[in-house]
């Protein structure tokens, strides 16, 4: 069972932009072409998009541009295929198409996209006195939750987009660690209290028992690395968005549980990925969010990014597990000093 592990810090590099046009516009026309191959299956439709994907794009001075920026480009994957269970679930495989379908599969590989100034404000850079390390969520104006696993990474955090450039530094007044927490993953969550309240940032609302159980994908912010490794580009902000596999870790594939296939826990944990083009969350995106959607077409936090699968072959890109935060709610507002709305 593989840990996210925190990252260090790496120095931010410049925006390309146009890079990521031309890898929107390459991944739209891979998805077009997909979908008139595949017809009504969903395997083959995932299939073949991946490997239209991973086949080298011509070179231009974009794509140099955005290999200066520690982002790897895609290219072939050797057999077998890496994360197998959740490339042949078929939950994942429907709900990988409807996100192409949704999204037009704008996004490009591991590390994602930056985020826009102004967004996803709540999440923040996690870190020591030394160094920034893991990501986490302000959901009250005095708590943040993470990862439990980075308890060592946790006497400040960073509110910002890049934590090589000026933003907000608050202090961390006290770790709580759950009582249950161990180090094989279960109950990977962590409170933090801030030394002091913040009011420049509106705290983010968490997501309901319902609403997650019926999400098919789900939106992960995180400051970590940008290659399957996990050894570049922690430190800027970045989002991307992949499929649900197991909403409550209580499904079944091949008649095989998903806490033995995956390495979740029951209703306490969701798994998500493997990804469109291997794109997922990585080192430095520990306890960070997992926004889904309501209705409103707001963001609701529904999961802290806690480890890679059984099944992955790699730490990166080949899918994740994620604490479900509504099952500790309780837990969460019982604490001295925090008042959950």
Not at 59 to 73: F, Y
Not at 126 to 141: K, N, R, Y
Request: aromatic residues 6%.
């Amino acid at each position: 069972m593989a840990t996210k592990k925190p990252a260090g810090r790496a120095a931010a590099t410049p925006d390309a932009d146009a890079a990521d046009t031309a890898a929107r516009q390459r991944t739209a026309r891979s998805i077009a072409w997909a979908e008139a191959a595949a017809g009504n299956d969903d395997a083959r439709f995932v299939q073949l998009l991946a490997d239209r994907l991973r086949a080298p794009a011509p070179e231009s001075a974009a794509r140099s541009a955005a290999r200066a920026r520690a982002v790897i480009p895609i290219v072939a994957q050797p057999a077998p295929q890496r994360s197998f269970q959740v490339h042949r679930d078929p939950r994942y495989l429907a709900n990988a198409r409807q996100l192409a379908r949704r999204t037009g599969g704008g996004l490009r590989v591991i590390g994602g996209v930056d985020v826009a100034a102004g967004e996803f404000l709540d999440c923040v850079a996690v870190g020591s006195d030394q160094q920034w390390g893991c990501t986490g969520t302000l959901i009250a104006p005095n708590v943040v939750v993470t990862a439990g696993h980075c308890a060592d990474f946790a006497t400040r955090i960073y509110i910002g987009r890049d934590v090589s450039k000026k933003g907000k530094v608050v202090k961390v007044a006290q770790r709580v660690r759950h009582p249950k927490y161990n180090l094989n993953g279960h109950n990977d969550l962590m409170v933090l209290l801030l030394a002091e309240a913040v009011t420049s940032v509106e705290p983010r609302a968490l997501a309901g028992k319902a609403l997650i159980d019926k999400a098919s994908d789900g939106r992960v912010v995180g400051f970590g690395a940008t290659d399957a490794a996990g050894m570049m580009g922690y430190g800027v902000k970045r989002y991307v968005d992949v499929p649900v596999v197991s909403n409550a870790c209580k499904g079944r594939l091949d008649g095989q549980q998903d806490r033995y296939m995956y390495g979740c826990d029951p209703a306490q944990e969701l798994v998500a990925g493997r990804p469109l083009a291997e794109r997922d969350s990585c080192k430095g995106d520990s306890g960070g969010p997992f926004y889904v959607v309501d209705a409103q077409g707001r963001w609701r936090l529904a999961g802290a990014t806690s480890r890679a699968t059984d099944s992955a072959m790699s730490t990166c890109g080949d899918g994740g597990i994620y604490v479900r935060i509504d099952r500790y709610k309780a837990w969460i507002n019982s604490l001295p000093g925090v008042n959950l709305p």
